[in-house]
């Protein structure tokens, strides 16, 4: 098993920055690719960012391609969601997920066996 637990959302006006958090305990991290997903009130669930279990990949929806930076720590255990030019859209409970590395490609999106219990980013105009 794997716990995740999020931090760092919160209330911030258009073009601002928001750094997430996701912290991991419970088995080796770096058996993890990472993803982080947002849920927009009334909508599915949706794909935002991932990275492989070394770093070394990231792959972004296009939707935040650009604007967000997913990066990890592995020594922390921790998986970091750097959030430049904000946009009201972006207003979402966002989720960090884990799946063992090699499951498959980063672009698959799908697969992850591991969820946090989400922080709200709520992004005014």
């Known amino acids: 098993q794997v716990q995740l637990v999020e931090s760092g959302g919160g209330l911030v006006q258009a073009g601002d920055s928001l750094r997430l958090s996701c912290a991991a305990s419970g088995r080796t991290f770096s058996h993890y690719d990472m993803g982080w997903f947002r849920q927009a009130p009334g909508k599915e669930r949706e794909f935002a960012a991932a990275?492989?279990?070394?770093?070394?990949?990231?792959y972004y929806a296009d939707a935040v391609k650009g604007r967000f930076t997913i990066s990890r720590d592995n020594a922390k255990g921790a998986v970091y969601l750097q959030m430049n030019s904000l946009k009201t859209e972006d207003t979402a409970v966002y989720y960090c997920?884990?799946?063992?590395?090699?499951?498959?490609?980063?672009?698959?999106?799908?697969?992850?066996?591991?969820w946090g219990q989400g922080t709200q980013v709520t992004v005014s105009s």
């Open positions: 990275i492989d279990w070394s770093g070394g990949s990231t």
């Open positions: 997920a884990a799946r063992l590395r090699w499951t498959a490609a980063l672009s698959t999106t799908t697969w992850y066996d591991y």
